[in-house]
């Protein structure tokens, strides 16, 4: 069945503290991967996609996933995150449909 | 005007009431979903259309039926609301590639009582 399970529940970090939020994908076929950020009171917002190519992406507010085939992972990283970054991060993965991980909360702390 | 409206924003709803969740799109996609999201447990996909003719159940189906109206209306009805159906309702459309994931409505919040 497919499924997308993301490691950590709730993540607390210090302003200029390093991030890597871990996102495994379980899925039969070419799979799509996506990091959707969802800040408090409102809807997801698409922080970064793979489809293929460099499995290193890039995305929005410096924010960046890597793509390890052979470990089903999609792990999200931002060298030095701010208080801003607060939020709740959802990695999805997209066959046929798009299913979500249950989230991963993350407090920054000034 | 927001690419995906959804409407109501918040409604409280009584045990066994029918209620109807509407959303709408001017992004021109074919495809529209609808998801609940409850805490720790993030999205589940209820229904997916990829065009009018086409409707789909997703993980969560049961309790739920949806209604393609037209290209930009996609309904999710609650035949008889029931209060573990209390969650935050989001709409999504994509494109048929994804190539931009997905654009998703500002949610509707239901409590049913």
């Known amino acids: 069945a497919q499924s997308v399970s993301q490691h950590n529940h709730h993540v607390i970090l210090s302003e200029a503290a390093s991030l890597e939020l871990g996102c495994n994908y379980s899925y039969g076929g070419t799979v799509n991967l996506f990091w959707y950020v969802q800040y408090p009171g409102q809807h997801l917002q698409l922080l970064l996609k793979?489809?293929?190519?460099?499995?290193l992406v890039k995305g929005i507010k410096g924010f960046e996933a890597e793509f390890i085939k052979s470990k089903f992972s999609f792990n999200l990283r931002k060298p030095s995150v701010q208080w801003s970054d607060t939020a709740e991060y959802f990695c999805?993965?997209?066959?046929?449909?798009?299913?979500f991980g249950a989230g991963t909360r993350l407090t920054v702390k000034p | 005007d927001a690419d995906v409206t959804q409407t109501p924003r918040n409604r409280i709803t009584k045990t066994g009431k029918r209620i109807m969740l509407e959303c709408s799109q001017t992004k021109g996609h074919d495809r529209m979903y609808w998801y609940r999201q409850d805490p720790g447990l993030g999205l589940r996909l209820i229904y997916y259309?990829?065009?009018?003719?086409?409707?789909n159940k997703g993980e969560i189906s049961d309790g739920y039926s949806v209604s393609r109206q037209a290209q930009a209306k996609f309904s999710l009805s609650l035949e008889s609301a029931i209060p573990n159906q209390t969650a935050l309702y989001f709409c999504?459309?994509?494109?048929?590639?994804?190539?931009?994931?997905?654009?998703f409505g500002s949610g509707t919040r239901l409590t049913v009582v």
């Open positions: 793979y489809f293929s190519g460099d499995p």
């Open positions: 999504a459309t994509s494109d048929e590639d994804r190539g931009n994931g997905y654009t």
């Open positions: 259309s990829f065009d009018v003719k086409d409707i």
């Open positions: 999805a993965a997209a066959g046929l449909d798009m299913r």
